[in-house]
């Protein structure tokens, strides 16, 4: 401790379960702030998923289908969930089996890439079903 005084610098315990403990002289201030730093960039440089949303309508066109199936590719070789919904807008409430075919023709056109994370389901007037990536090794 009198070393510690002597150079105006803390002395800090280390592994206080060792035997002898462990300290160490140092400026404890610079310490905390270097390990703060540390701690940000590697909360920076973690990826982090995100849930991208792609929206089809029930008579969505064979090309705006495989369009907007690239994209969900794209977005499942990022690494991000997909949430593909049908939008039913006034009468095409109706047309729920077509919705239906839709996502399944999706989920048959990303098996390779995705798996399907949500089932398709109704939730008010839209048909929903999540997709997440499949690890890459």
């Known amino acids: 401790m009198s070393m510690a005084e002597e150079q105006n610098l803390d002395l800090v315990e280390i592994a206080p379960h060792a035997d002898p ?11 905390q702030y270097e390990k703060s730093k540390k701690e940000r960039d590697a909360r920076k440089k973690q990826h982090q998923t995100q849930l991208k949303e792609i929206r089809f309508r029930p008579r969505t066109d064979t ?9 969900a590719r794209e977005f499942l070789s990022d690494g991000h969930k997909v949430r593909a919904y ?52």
């Open 86 to 137: 049908v939008q039913f807008r006034g009468r095409d409430i109706i047309y729920k089996e077509q919705g239906m075919a839709l996502l399944s023709r999706l989920a048959e056109a990303l098996k390779e890439v995705s798996k399907l994370d949500q089932e398709p389901r109704m939730e008010g007037r839209r048909m929903t079903a999540i997709f997440t990536p499949i690890k890459q090794k």
């Open 63 to 71: 090309h705006d289908f495989e369009f907007k199936a690239k994209h």
């Open 21 to 31: 403990p462990v300290c160490k002289i140092m400026d404890y201030g610079k310490f």
